[in-house]
């Protein structure tokens, strides 16, 4: 397998999270792409260093507002005053409040959903990086067949114009939406992450031309809560092209691979030319904030039942913590993958 990366992921490492009224580590820390780069490398998989192809394939999902905010922000930190090692605000908007700012605070609010996601010297090169390694693994999975993007930040939470959930730029969306121009057909992409692709359903729920699948813990009671829930089938041109595949927490192996059976099922129905698989790794039973318990040899019954579609691929990283089984669940997904395609 082609594993593409960009080393400026390691140039955002949040150091806290303020969660449930505590600062705690930041889960999303730059040490996941270092693990899961060398893991795979020690593997035996080739890595490929993604070269710069440009913004386009970025703003091609992300309104241009919101990519300059994030390219910008850190620069005109200054308008904040003192300010530390990351900027980051506490006030939201919510869904009926819908005008634009002047001030950075403002825009902060605006532009993130939540306190996961500061703005530090190094995150536009990082997320910038990491959607480069999303194209070019899209690109090779069309010459190729199929390559994985080890991209860090992760981007399946992200909207058209929103960061959160440790999530800038969509990845996910980034890659589909190439493969999708690049061959003129529908794309599919399927969430297998512990959490709701709410960002990607979000930039493609009222088209036609991306059919969005997420298999993910019931949001009921788990992040993003407010969106993952089996109704949600798209709307207008989109409607029923949203597929939701909530899953009880503590499923477990069988119930899990049931789901994403499913979403298969639901992949092959609209005879995509391109898929994008936005592999969370934090459904795993050892994950320190995943509920699925799903182990290493169901991760590598996934991939053999994923790669079985036989569309051009891009696998691509999304969530998954530093944990032991991490870059074993990784490996164990790719040799899976790689071996259903021999
Ligand atoms: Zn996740």
Same mark, same amino acid.
């Given at each position: %397998?082609?594993?593409?990366?960009?080393?400026?992921?390691?140039?955002?490492?949040?150091?806290?999270?303020?969660?449930?009224?505590?600062?705690? =580590?930041?889960?999303?820390?730059?040490?996941? !792409?270092?693990? $899961?780069?060398?893991?795979?490398?020690?593997?035996?998989?080739?890595?490929?260093?993604?070269?710069?192809?440009?913004?386009?394939? &970025?703003? @091609?999902?992300?309104? @241009?507002?919101?990519v300059a905010f994030l390219r910008e922000a850190w620069e005109l930190r200054g308008e904040l005053g003192e300010v530390g090692d990351e900027i980051l605000t506490?006030?939201?908007?919510?869904?009926? %409040?819908?005008?634009?700012?002047?001030? %950075?605070?403002g825009l902060l609010g605006l532009y993130t959903a939540d306190t996961s996601t500061p703005i530090r010297a190094g995150t536009w090169e990082a997320i910038y990086?990491?959607?480069?390694?999303?194209?070019?693994?899209?690109?090779?999975?069309?010459?190729?067949?199929?390559? !994985?993007?080890?991209?860090?930040?992760?981007?399946?939470?992200?909207?058209? *114009?929103?960061?959160?959930?440790? +999530?800038?730029?969509? *990845?996910?969306?980034?890659?589909?939406?190439? %493969?999708?121009?690049?061959?003129?057909?529908?794309?599919?992409? &399927?969430?297998?992450?512990?959490?709701?692709?709410?960002?990607?359903?979000?930039?493609?729920?009222?088209?036609?031309?991306?059919?969005?699948?997420?298999?993910?813990?019931?949001?009921?009671?788990?992040?993003?809560?407010?969106?993952?829930?089996?109704?949600?089938?798209?709307?207008?041109?989109?409607?029923?092209?949203?597929?939701?595949?909530?899953?009880?927490?503590?499923?477990?192996?069988?119930?899990?691979?049931?789901?994403?059976?499913? =979403?298969?099922?639901?992949?092959?129905?609209?005879?995509?030319? =391109?898929?994008?698989v936005a592999l969370g790794l934090d459904a795993s039973q050892d994950d320190p904030i995943g509920v699925l318990q799903v182990t290493r040899e169901g991760f590598?019954?996934?991939?053999?039942? &994923?790669?079985?579609?036989?569309?051009?691929?891009? &696998?691509?990283?999304?969530?998954?913590? $530093? +944990?032991?089984?991490?870059?074993?669940?990784?490996?164990?997904?790719?040799?899976?993958?790689?071996?259903?395609?021999?």
């Amino acid at each position: %397998m082609q594993i593409v990366h960009h080393p400026d992921s390691v140039r955002h490492d949040p150091a806290q999270y303020f969660r449930r009224g505590s600062l705690i =580590a930041h889960p999303e820390q730059a040490a996941r !792409y270092i693990l $899961l780069r060398d893991a795979a490398r020690d593997a035996g998989h080739d890595l490929v260093e993604a070269s710069d192809v440009g913004g386009a394939s &970025i703003l @091609a999902v992300h309104d @241009a507002g919101y990519v300059a905010f994030l390219r910008e922000a850190w620069e005109l930190r200054g308008e904040l005053g003192e300010v530390g090692d990351e900027i980051l605000t506490g006030h939201f908007a919510r869904p009926q %409040m819908h005008r634009q700012p002047e001030g %950075m605070l403002g825009l902060l609010g605006l532009y993130t959903a939540d306190t996961s996601t500061p703005i530090r010297a190094g995150t536009w090169e990082a997320i910038y990086g990491s959607a480069q390694a999303a194209v070019c693994a899209a690109e090779l999975a069309l010459a190729q067949g199929h390559a !994985y993007a080890l991209c860090r930040p992760p981007g399946h939470h992200a909207y058209a *114009n929103s960061a959160g959930g440790f +999530c800038y730029l969509n *990845n996910t969306a980034i890659a589909g939406e190439h %493969m999708r121009r690049a061959t003129g057909g529908p794309v599919a992409i &399927i969430d297998i992450d512990v959490h709701h692709g709410n960002g990607t359903q979000g930039i493609f729920y009222a088209r036609d031309d991306v059919l969005t699948v997420s298999v993910h813990a019931d949001p009921a009671n788990y992040f993003p809560f407010f969106a993952g829930y089996a109704d949600e089938i798209g709307t207008g041109e989109g409607a029923g092209f949203n597929r939701n595949i909530p899953v009880a927490h503590g499923a477990g192996d069988a119930l899990w691979l049931a789901a994403v059976r499913e =979403a298969l099922a639901a992949v092959a129905g609209h005879r995509p030319t =391109a898929l994008v698989v936005a592999l969370g790794l934090d459904a795993s039973q050892d994950d320190p904030i995943g509920v699925l318990q799903v182990t290493r040899e169901g991760f590598a019954t996934a991939a053999e039942a &994923i790669a079985g579609s036989g569309l051009p691929t891009a &696998i691509v990283q999304e969530g998954g913590y $530093l +944990c032991e089984a991490l870059p074993r669940n990784l490996v164990a997904f790719l040799e899976a993958f790689d071996a259903a395609r021999e």
